[in-house]
């Protein structure tokens, strides 16, 4: 009976998604078609090597013998429906099976027995570590002369894992004992049983403390029927996501051109015309099964299936409430330079091109307006001659590939605080991004520390997605920078003036700036290498590996056909074209299988800037300075004069003490002001703003505060939120207060000026004198008198605050928004008026604000606070009756007071009390 009538049926109950790899030539494919000959999907026996398999569906594929692109097979095993994935086992199409991986329940890994553990098959087994897959093992080719089971079994166990078990015939476990000894619980049930169940079993593999190691020939179908009756028994389906969920792993075209995205589907079910996204939805479900399929209306958790009807998926995307895939752990090292026949519409190719990369997405396809030229990355020369092959079929264009070269990345050594600035005319956006260096490998991870009272939190998603949406190029040789952490710990918006735009031109300006002012490292991709070459030529190759400035361990132990194995590590630049230098002086005998170990520092850095002689200061499209605006016009100014033109200026990269009670300010949310206790009362001290005074007033003498024993007897009031922020000396606060505005808010103020103005006037400056000396910020209260013509303006000391009557022609607005505008940037300042066109003009200085309403509140609050310290002082001196009454009557007045005393006691007091009286009113 056929799967799908199966499925129509509704016979089948259960998905399991199973991926087979394998070293290339392993007999992966060949195994696949063993499972699937026997389980009755195929009924004729496909080889490789006639070009009959059935999951070799692409020409190139037969004509080449290797599995260029992962192919899908389904079959049943039981009430299982099992989708088998069949992926590529050449080294450089790694990417298209890694991507696999990703959605796999389990695995099995194909080891060729003339062989045994190759370096690539190492490299599979830690990326099926790495995506935590249960993984069995098929040890083919047994038929070959000079294999040796208990060899490759212990060569299994030391190179892979030591939970590599052989399962068998009968009881399909050969040693019982060996499973047991894998896990406490499962060995305590053995050692009282003697034996192990099968749930336990399915448990250990699923938590990938045994390999199940199955030995036979694929192409004889020796221990084929065994290996799938070991998923019959041991394969257990995952439970699926509340939801609907799938993972997009592939992307492709049919034979008509039609756009497949192949998914698996992780939780709830998919169902044709179901909406993905606001503009998206699914119009067929295709289950493939080699280049057939059928077409279903709706698939269930657990199961794969090719959709149609998605423009803007993607490989590695999330849909529902599946999250997205983190980036690959194998990349290409090379970079191509693609020549275009003469005559050739580049704009034309670059589009046809993007196809090949939404298929391909390591491809990296990019225009080098520079060079003019197209660049592509690739594994390496395999891969190069299929994608002539694949340009030349779909596009019908024959293009050629310049010689492969390294790609080269940047990281920084220490940390630096980047700054960018956008501000042309009608423009604004300013960000500072905090870039520290990450491990090798960590590739490059963004966050923000920034306050969203600094910055908005749309701005900062915006920043975010600035920061990941392109790569960014090193200063160095304009390669890709890695290996760091980059944070937004302040920014800058206009209220009118700034758009997404302008976020996008400062966050890349920022990144540049901070480049160019760290100390940048190049670095290179290196291999992990696995040498083996005759006993008499080991000299040589240990030379040659000194020469390409590698190192190794010690050469292993000569084995039975006279092969040494050296491991080791080298540039990729040095060791590229080795393979070919092994086969000569080793006469065929020798091999080296490379493995990208990772990015590290460059071996000759000096010589490689050199000869990339890229120019940060030339690269138009990526600027490192920033653009500032002055007298209605934008300029540019350097990356090195960046930082003494920013809005904000701020050490981000001092060290942050631990929280001190004088270092943590209470940041009220409602209305954004900012008050704490020891903060700088007077400007006096600070040279910047008594400029400003005496240029606008003359120089006054400083004076004394009476209030400031207040300062640090309480707390904060109590706000709705806090934020605690933490520095190394906290910034001067200044208070500036529109007088008049204030006054006509306040009702009792507002009746006052009904009967006098000055009445008014006096009676505000009495209140802030008393809110000052609570608070202890610098206080400015400003009244207009720019109607009093001749006014040259005044500034006075009334107690410990500074009135300022503003000159002629000028209204208080001008001046607050002149002083605002002047230290706004180096305090912290902040503006109590209702003016509402005052209050974003100041708040476009960087100052905060806060209405006459809330303003009215603070001040009330702060009174209770004075009156309530000021009662419990005058509490604490108070005299008491009894503190100073003799002995003998203070005990008879306790007794009074607890009702134990006698009427006689009380009446001769009373008649002692009024004859007292008497006689002082005789004297």
Partial sequence: MSLFLLLKRGEIVENIVMGILAHVDAGKTTLSEGMLYLSGTVRKLGRVDHKDAFLDTYSLERDRGITIFSKQAVFSLGNRRINLLDTPGHVDFSAEMERTLQVLDYAVLVISGADGVQGHTETLWKLLKLYEIPTFIFINKMDQPGTDRESLLTELKERLDEGCIVFGKGKNVESLEEIAMTDEAVLDYFME????????????????????????????????????????????????????????????????????????VTGGKLVVKMPINKEEKINQIRIYSGAKYEAVNEIEAGGVCAVTGLS???????????????????????????????????????????????????????WNPTLEEIHVQLMGEV????????????????????????????????????????????HYAEVHLKMEPLEAGSGLVFDTDCSEDVLDRNWQRLILTHLQEREHPGVLTGAPITDMKITIVAGRAHLKHTEGGDFRQATYRAVRQGLKSAESVLLEPW?????????????????????????????????????????????????????REVWAYTKGRGRITLTLKGYEPCHNAEEVIEEIGYDSERDVDNPTGSVFCAHGAGFLVKWDEV?????????????????????????QMGNHCNY??????????????????????????????RYSSYRKQTVSTPVLHTTVIKENEPKKEYLLVDGYNIIFAWEELNELAKASIDAARNKLMDILSNYQGFIGCTLILVFDAYKVKGNQGEVQKYHNIYVVYTKEAETADQYIEKTTHEIGRKYKVTVATSDALE?????????????????????????????EINERERGEKRNYLLDYAKEEDAREMEKVRLGKTTEKWLKNEHNSYRNGIVCAKKQ
């Fill in 527 to 579: 291999y992990s290498f696995v040498l083996e070459v005759p006993s008499e030529q080991v000299g040589r190759a240990m030379s040659d590996i000194g020469q390409m400035n590698g190192s190794f361990e010690g050469p292993e132990a000569e084995d039975k056909q006279g092969m040494v194995r050296l491991t080791g590590t080298a540039p990729a630049s040095e060791m590229r074209d080795y393979q």
């Fill in 193 to 264: 049983h003697e034996t192990v169940r099968n749930e336990d079993i399915c448990r250990l593999i699923r938590e990938r403390k045994i390999f199940p190691c199955y030995f036979g020939s694929a192409l004889k179908l020796d221990g084929v029927q065994e290996l799938l009756a070991g998923f019959e028994e041991y394969m257990k389906p995952f439970d699926g996501k509340k939801g609907f969920g799938a993972r997009v792993f592939k992307i492709s075209r049919d034979d008509k051109g039609e756009r497949l995205t192949f998914l698996k």
């Fill in 643 to 667: 930082p003494e033109y920013m809005h904000i200026k701020e050490d981000f990269l001092a060290e942050k003490p631990g929280i001190e009670q004088d270092e943590v300010m209470a940041v």
């Fill in 676 to 705: 704490s206790g020891g903060y700088s009362f007077s400007y006096d001290d600070d040279p910047e703003l008594l400029t400003i005074m005496e240029r606008e007033f003359g120089s006054k003498q400083k004076e004394r505060d």
């Fill in 312 to 366: 803007s998926s993607y490989i590695g995307q999330g849909l529902g409430v599946e999250k997205g895939t983190a980036a690959p752990f194998l990349e290409p090292v090379l970079t191509y330079q693609m020549i275009l026949p003469e005559g050739a519409d580049t704009t034309k190719v670059l589009r046809e091109l993007k196809q090949l990369e939404e298929e391909e997405p390591l491809l990296n396809i990019v």
């Fill in 839 to 867: 209050q974003v003009i100041v708040m476009g200085q960087g100052a905060y604000r806060i209405s006459a309403r809330d303003f009215y509140e603070e001040v009330e609050r702060t009174e209770k606070q004075i009156r």
């Fill in 383 to 426: 891969q190069t001659e299929i994608l002539k092959t694949m340009i030349a079929e779909r596009f019908h264009l024959d293009v050629e590939f310049g010689t492969g070269k390294i790609v080269y990345k940047e990281t920084i050594k220490s940390p630096v605080v980047g700054v960018g600035h956008y501000e042309p005319l009608r």
